[in-house]
Nanobody, 115 residues
């Protein structure tokens, strides 16, 4: 069973930056695609970006150019660098495999973009 622990969220002003981290347990990390998701209040969870085991990436249009996903297979870590944050980026952010393993969702990390 793969488990994920997200961290790095917080309160930031519009235009600011945050770097989210995700620690993964389990031996399959280096052979699966990983992704970041988010869920805003009253909305469905959405896929933001994914990164393959070889480092190829893809980002949702609404965050492309502002968010960057990366991974370190030696540390079983996935990261999301978020720049030029907007109030509409306020959500709980999760990492998981792509496609997601339903039994592996972590607690997420809250990101709030506000003045």
């Amino acid at each position: 069973q793969v488990q994920f622990v997200e961290s790095g969220g917080g309160l930031v002003q519009p235009g600011g930056s945050l770097r989210l981290s995700c620690a993964a347990s389990g031996s399959i990390f280096s052979i699966v695609s990983m992704a970041w998701y988010r869920q805003a209040p009253g909305k469905r969870r959405e896929l933001l970006a994914y990164i393959t085991k070889n480092g190829n990436t893809n980002h949702l249009d609404s965050v492309a150019g502002r968010f960057t996903i990366s991974r370190d297979n030696t540390k079983n870590m996935v990261y999301l660098q978020m720049d030029t944050l907007k109030p509409e980026d306020t959500a709980v952010y999760y990492c998981n495999t792509d496609p997601p393993r339903q039994g592996s969702w972590g607690q997420g990390t809250q990101v709030t973009v506000s003045t």
